[in-house]
C-alpha cells in the first residue's frame, strides 16, 4: 500500500514540541544528522537517483562540520541547517520540519500579515498590481531569486512544474520565517518597462499557515443541473470504515437525486494509503479491476522488524517483483450508472496519481481531466517513519522503488484523456462544472 507524507513545504508533520525553545549541544546535533545519513543510506532502495553519491557525501561533510562548530541552538535552527538534504532526495524522504509554531501563531493571533500570491516563470517572480503584472526585483532589499535559490535546497528534486507549483504555494510563508516581516518594501519593473517602488503592507495569511483545515474530502450535488462533485483532497489519515459508510451514504443520494455527471477531483491531492480510492472504485464498479506494477525493495533490519519477510543473509539486497493484481471488490448495491470525470493535476501525487493510472488502465471507470500528474512512472514510496533521537525531529524514508507501466504515460507521468487547465478555475460551483462540460462535449465532437 502505497503512503506519500503529504508533502506540504514546511508543514509537514504536527510536532508540538518544534515550538519549544529547548536548545541542543553540538554533539547531539551531529548525532542526529549521522542517524538521519545512515537511516538514508540502509533503507532508501536508491538515494543516489537525483544527485551523484560524490555530490551528497560532500553535502553531508559540509553539514557535519557546521555543526561540529556551532554554539547549542534549538531544533528549529537545525532543521534549517539538516533540511537543505531535501533537494537530493525524492519527496518521501523528506526531513519533516513542523514551522507551525509558537512564533507563527503568535504573527498570526496579532493580525500579522503575509505577502500577496506570486507567479513564478524561471527565476522570476511576478505579483499583480493594480491589474498589471510587475516583476519583482527586490523584497525588502532581498532579491527574489535569492529568496528561491536558498527555497528550492528545502524542495525535492523530481518534476519541474511540480517544484514551481510548490515554490509558489509557499514563497510567503517562505520568506516570513526566513528573512522579513510586513510591511514589505518592493521594487519592481511593470510591464512598460519601468521601475516601480511601494510598500506592501501584505494579506491576512491563509488557514494552510496554521494547519491543513481543509477537509480530506467533502461533496456537493447540484440537483437542479444533475450534477455532482466529489473532492478528495487527500488520502492520508483517512478511517475507512467512516469513509465507506460516507462514499455509500453519497452515491445513494446522487442515485436518488439523479446525477448524471460526477466529478471526482484529485487536483490537490497529495496522497496517502490507497484504500479510500478503492473503496470509491468499489462504489463506482462492482467488477474486477486490473492493477499492473513493479516494485525494487531494499532488504534491510529496520522494514524486516515491520514485517516484511527476509533472511539475515538478505540484508542490503535489492527485491524485485512484478505485480499484475486483480482486485475483487466486494458485492454492493447496483453502482452509479452515470458519467464520471476525475480531475488531475500536478497536485494529484503519490496515493491520488496511483488511482489515476488504475483509471487509465481500466476502460470504463471515468474519463481523466486537466493536465499531467506529479509523481512520475518511477518513483518511491511506502513510506517508513522516523524520529531523530535527540531533537525529534521527524523525517520519512520509502522502502519501495514502483514502475507502474500505463499507456497514456510521456515522459513518466500520466497525461488526462482531455486535456484542460484547471489551475485558475478551480471547479466549485455548477457554473464552473458547466464549463468542464462543455470542453469535454467540444473535445469529443
Excluded at 120 to 141: A, C, F, H, P, Q
Excluded at 218 to 238: G, P, V
Excluded at 280 to 296: A, Q
Excluded at 327 to 333: A, D, K, N, S, V
Aim: glycine letters at 6%; a neutral charge; aromatic letters at 12%.
Amino acid at each position: 500500500m502505497l503512503r506519500i507524507s503529504c508533502f506540504v513545504f514546511f508543514i509537514c508533520l504536527v510536532d508540538p514540541a518544534f515550538s519549544q525553545n529547548e536548545l541542543f549541544h553540538p554533539r547531539q546535533l551531529c548525532e542526529d544528522a549521522e542517524f538521519y545519513f545512515q537511516t538514508i543510506e540502509q533503507v532508501h532502495p536508491n538515494p543516489y537517483a537525483y544527485k551523484s553519491i560524490g555530490y551528497v557525501e560532500r553535502l553531508k561533510k559540509s553539514i557535519l562540520d557546521r555543526l561540529k562548530h556551532v554554539y547549542d541552538m534549538d531544533k528549529g535552527e537545525f532543521y534549517r541547517i539538516l533540511a537543505t538534504m531535501n533537494h537530493c532526495f525524492d519527496t518521501h524522504a523528506s526531513i519533516g520540519g513542523n514551522l507551525t509554531n509558537s512564533f507563527v501563531k503568535k504573527y498570526i493571533e496579532e493580525d500579522g500579515k503575509i505577502l500577496p500570491p506570486v507567479r513564478i516563470e524561471g527565476d522570476s517572480v511576478y505579483m499583480t498590481v493594480r491589474g498589471e503584472k510587475v516583476k519583482l526585483t527586490s523584497i525588502n532589499g532581498i532579491r527574489p531569486t535569492d529568496i528561491l535559490s536558498t527555497m528550492k535546497l528545502y524542495l525535492s528534486p523530481e518534476q519541474k512544474n511540480v517544484r514551481l507549483s510548490m515554490c509558489e504555494e509557499n514563497f510567503a510563508g517562505f520568506l516570513l520565517l526566513y528573512y522579513q516581516k510586513s510591511p514589505f518594501e518592493l521594487i519592481g519593473i511593470s510591464a512598460k518597462n519601468e521601475k516601480i517602488q511601494w510598500t506592501e503592507e501584505g494579506v491576512k495569511p491563509s488557514s494552510i499557515f496554521v494547519e491543513k483545515e481543509y477537509a480530506k474530502y467533502r461533496h456537493f450535488i447540484f440537483k437542479t443541473d444533475s450534477m455532482a462533485i466529489l473532492e478528495l483532497n487527500s488520502f492520508d489519515q483517512i478511517d475507512h470504515d467512516s469513509f465507506r459508510l460516507d462514499m455509500i451514504a453519497f452515491f445513494d443520494s446522487i442515485r436518488i437525486c439523479g446525477v448524471k455527471h460526477l466529478f471526482v477531483d484529485l487536483t490537490r491531492n497529495r496522497g496517502g494509503k490507497l484504500s479510500p480510492g478503492l473503496i470509491l472504485l468499489d462504489c463506482i464498479k462492482h467488477d474486477t479491476i486490473f492493477y499492473t506494477y513493479e516494485t525494487v525493495r531494499k532488504v534491510s533490519r529496520q522494514s524486516r522488524d515491520l514485517g516484511f519477510k527476509c533472511s539475515e543473509e538478505d540484508i542490503g539486497k535489492m527485491i524485485r517483483e512484478s505485480y499484475h493484481k486483480t482486485i475483487l471488490l466486494p458485492p454492493q448495491p447496483a453502482g452509479y450508472t452515470g458519467k464520471i470525470y476525475f480531475l488531475q493535476g500536478i497536485g494529484t501525487m503519490s496515493a491520488a496519481d496511483q488511482l489515476c493510472r488504475i483509471v487509465a488502465q481500466n476502460v470504463g471507470l471515468g474519463v481523466r481531466i486537466g493536465r499531467e500528474t506529479g509523481t512520475p512512472v518511477e518513483f518511491y514510496s511506502y513510506t517508513l517513519s522516523y524520529k531523530l533521537p535527540n531533537t525529534g525531529l521527524s523525517f520519512y524514508c520509502p522502502v519501495y522503488y514502483y514502475h507502474i507501466p500505463v499507456p497514456t504515460t510521456k515522459d513518466g507521468f500520466v497525461y488526462p484523456d482531455i486535456p484542460y487547465s484547471l489551475e485558475n478555475s478551480k471547479p466549485k460551483n455548477a457554473g464552473q462544472l458547466k464549463e468542464i462540460l462543455t470542453h469535454v462535449k467540444n473535445d469529443q465532437l
